[in-house]
Every structure is written in structure tokens, then in C-alpha cells.
DNA sequence: CCGCAATGTAAAAGCCCTTCACATGGGAAT
DNA sequence: ATTCCCATGTGAAGGGCTTTTACATTGCGG
């Protein structure tokens, strides 16, 4: 734990770069105690400055969460967008990868998870952020449209309640055995294989032939 | 909002139930501001002792949300078995019982499903604690075993994975729509619909024939 | 009836949040 | 290059929450 001015070195009265250093403490102490044991003058003394500086960048404390989580709906927009890839190249492994992609922006940035979907932030805080949010489901929403279109035409289901059952289905598992939080519950299998099976059954039940290999593992 | 000795009538020195209504005071708190805007001194406000009374039945504001936790879960078992009430009349019905009243539960007592789920309580505060949580997931997990039951032997799924993935996908559409929270997402249709849906197509996917009638709404 | 233990209170130290008046200096306009 | 503006940071202060400690009250068992 070094102390002060972190990377950007030696400054004086005036930091230089305060938005961006507050915000990577954020994510260094949510990570470390949760949203809730994070506090305003800790990402203060975090970055060096005095517990008043943070008010020239966010109204409060909660404004401070919300740039966060939106930051999080971009990276996770991101991973999943790349995961997905248009479903090359075929639908099924990029909804494979997809799934797995889900999981592991979770496990691998906690801090960003939490302060998404776990820190009660109002999603209509900030307009952009509820817009933010809503990208990161359209990569869902469109994997669940091309997957859709593989069925027959008749009795085909609608891709959106397509995507928010894989969305539920996977937040689900990643927010009671996701992190490795003392907080979570114990599981007999690694999460990424739950989740795989799952959908496998899933997909059955929706009448897809089972395509891809299920025992790559 | 009436103040000071409610119920219990005119105190005087001591209060004669404090311990029980801080936890009512604690459901009326977070119910209305979330687990995050809760605060030891209101709960001590609300039930008109000083600030410090608490501390005779709680160690810290984190050990009453684990009481309330605990209380929850227990409730919730208790909801849980009643639904299932041992798979009568038939396996199918009860089945969709079940989830409904788990959402009904999240949806009737979000004061009790924050506590348990979303306020970032260590499972191991209190061994009872996480026991107490356990049992809720005996019935979903017996549950799962009856409905394997009626598979064919020959590749049966392991039950215990089968009570995770309807857990999971439960639970996720209670955090992701459950409640009316400003915070949550607006939803084309009503979550139970949305719960109902998923649970018969993933048991058809587990080869399950649709013995209950979907379209029963 | 007495005295203990349980329960509640008051006061105080420490921390956090937030605001306000003031300080500093980077950079645009001249 | 100089000047001045305003974005950015500081220090101090008010108010609230948490938690501890010494003290007050009282129910209840012996």
C-alpha cells in the first residue's frame, strides 16, 4: 500500500487527474469491502486529497456508485459484445462463449458486478446510465433473436423472453455462487458448468437439437 | 407514523420488547429505504430508546440485518414447504407452486428478501445463520428429487443440480424484476409469467412432458 | 424485603458527509 | 509575456451515526 499520488506522480496543489483516480479507488475498496464499506473520504484519502476535494467531481457519494456501475455496463457490454461476436461462428458457440463471458466479467471484476446490480443504485439516477445498461441487453436480446431463428417458424418463442430467461438463469448464478465473497454459497461444481448445463437443458426444452459438443470440458 | 412505545403501550424505564421491535422497526426501515439507508439510531428512534439501547440485544447494526436475515429464511422455508406441501396433489402442480411462491415471497416481503439476499451478509456471522438458510434450499433440493424421480432411470439428471438451476433462475428473475424498486427494470411481462415459461421449458428440456397445463392463466 | 442482573440512559470520542469561504495555478485572451 | 478567470483543491465547521463507558432504573428470584 503506497500512500498519495498514485502513478501520476508528485503533484502539487492541483491533481490532475482526480475523476479518473477516485474511480479506480472506488473499484480497488468496493473489491475490498463491498459497496457498502466503501466510503467517500476513504477514495479521498485514496487519492491524496482532502475529503472535500471529491465534490468538485460527483454531487455525492452515490453519484461516485453510479459512475461506476455505468462504467461497468460499458466493459460488460464490451466483454459480452466480444464474446458473442454475431454468432460466429456458429450461433450456438458464440452463445456458448457468451454465457461463459457473463460469468467471468463477474468473478473478474467484482467490484464493477456489485456495483451494477448490488449496489442499489436507481437506475434512473442518471438517464445514461439506464441507457448504458439497456446496451448491455441488446447483445443478449440479439444472441436470443439469431438463436430464436434456428427453430422452426411455428410455435417459435419470443426472442426476448428467450433472453431474459438466459439473462436471469445467469445472473442468478452469479449472484448466489458467482464470487468467491464469504458471503456466497458453497457449490458442488464450478458455476461455469452449471450455468452450461442449464442452458443445455434449456435449449433442449426450446426443441434445439443439442449442436454443440456438451462435454468439451 | 405514530412515535415512540408502539403496541406494547406507555413504557417506562424499560422498554419490555425491544429486541422485537427493533427487528419490526428494521423491516419497516429497509423496506422503505433498502438495506444500504438503514441506520442502528433510526431503528433505536423508532422504537423510542436512546441511541445505545440497542446494544443490549445486538452486538452491531450488521448482527440485528443478520437476525432479520435469519428470521427471513425462516419464514421463507416455511412459505417454501407450505407450497410444496410434499408434492401433493401431483408432483407438476406443486412444482409450479413452488416458484410462485418464492416470488411472491421476494415480492411480499422485500424488507425480509433484501436482508437475505442483498445486504452483503457474511453467511458465516452466525452458524445459525447460514443453517437456518440451508434448510430453505432442503425444500427446493427435496423438491428436485421427486421431479427427477419421474425421469426415466437411464440418464437421470443429479437432483441436487436441478434444485441449483431453478434456485438460480428464481432467484435471478426475483433480483432483476422482482420488486417494483425504482432501481429494478421494467419487464413485458409479469415475472411469475416470465418464471413459469422458463421452468416449463427447461423441464420439457429435461424430458419431461408437459403433464400441467401452461395456459392456465 | 433485598440485592442482583438485565435493561435503558447520558455523555463522549471518533468517523463520515457535506457545505462554505478561501487558496492556487493552468490556460486562454490579449 | 502578462493578466485574469475559473476549475480544482483546502480547511474548518455543523450535523449525524456508531460504539463505548459509567451510571440509573427496575423486575424478579431468594
Redesign the pocket.
Known sequence: MTWGRRGSGE?????????EALVRAALELIAEKGPAG?????A?RWA??????????Y????ALIADVAKRGFEAFTAALAKAWDDGRPDVMAAFDRLGKSYLDFAKREPAYYSAMFEAGVPLDADPQLRETSERAFVVLRAAAEKLVALLPAKGRPPALMVALHIWSMTHGIASLFGRGDAARRALPMPPEELLEAAVLIYLRGLGLNEGVASGRS
Chains 1, 2 share one sequence.
Open positions: 503533484r502539487g496543489y492541483h491533481h490532475g487527474n482526480l475523476k466503501f466510503t467517500f473520504a476513504d479521498a491524496g486529497v482532502s475529503p472535500a476535494a471529491p465534490y468538485r467531481h454531487r455525492d457519494r452515490d
